[in-house]
């Protein structure tokens, strides 16, 4: 509505929030409560990190938005997806060789870390207890492709960049994450020295989410893809 509103509903004080406006071509907006309200990223583009005053707040039952057109602009429909966390509250994680610094929700299988990288290959402890299916991790501090491991962990998918999975050992390691830390190699997007990073590692719940992949027919009648429950 380009002014100041409040959006409620959801259920819980969300921790990390994406949104998206549908029908024009404005970035991806990502804010979570680790890196504070001001602090935006866009999944669809490399750049670090910007401040802005577009999210104002996470609140009980939602969040509010200052007038800003790729969040709030006025007749425009967006979609945001909410993820609670840790209410903010974070603890320091001292599993890998890199100290970290952690939220997480083990019931939704969902964790924000944060990390300074090193330049050489280290290990990331991530809190969820159990090891993620997924992990999206970006350079916050400096421009830097955006880097999300999933089933195999020789390659990677670069959401702003080059479509498709790529192969790359300056990435993960080569590594599937433990229950306890992922790995990144010394080198790549995940791992620049004295660099700033966030990450948000997800872990399928039965009955509640599901990650995975599978492999389409180009047929009608697609794949069936058992999830355990309705996806909403």
Do not use: M
């Not at 100041?4 to 804010?31: A, C, Y």
């Not at 001292?94 to 970290?100: A, F, K, L, V």
């Not at 997480?104 to 964790?111: I, K, W």
């Amino acid at each position: 509505n380009s002014s100041d509103q409040s959006i409620t509903g959801v259920g819980f004080k969300p921790d990390f929030v994406w949104i998206k406006e549908r029908p024009e071509n404005e970035n991806h907006n990502l804010i979570d409560s680790t890196r504070g309200t001001n602090k935006t990223l866009s999944s669809n583009l490399s750049n670090a990190e910007f401040t802005s005053t577009r999210f104002t707040s996470f609140d009980t039952d939602g969040f509010t938005l200052a007038n800003n057109n790729e969040t709030n602009d006025n007749g425009v429909t967006y979609v945001a997806w909410c993820w609670k966390a840790g209410e903010g509250t974070t603890s320091s994680n001292t599993d890998g060789s890199i100290t970290s610094t952690v939220q997480t929700n083990t019931d939704a299988g969902f964790s924000i870390i944060q990390y300074t990288g090193t330049g050489s290959a280290a290990t990331i402890g991530h809190g969820l207890g159990v090891a993620p299916d997924i992990i999206f991790s970006k350079r916050t501090s400096s421009s830097a492709d955006w880097v999300v491991g999933v089933n195999d962990w020789t390659k990677y998918l670069e959401p702003n960049g080059t479509p498709g999975f790529r192969t790359a050992s300056s990435v993960w390691n080569n590594t599937a994450p433990t229950s306890t830390v992922f790995s990144v190699a010394g080198s790549g997007g995940s791992n620049g020295n004295g660099a700033t990073n966030i990450a948000y590692a997800f872990k399928s719940i039965d009955g509640f989410s599901k990650i995975g992949s599978y492999t389409g027919n180009g047929n009608a009648n697609g794949p069936i893809q058992e999830t355990g429950f309705e996806p909403a």
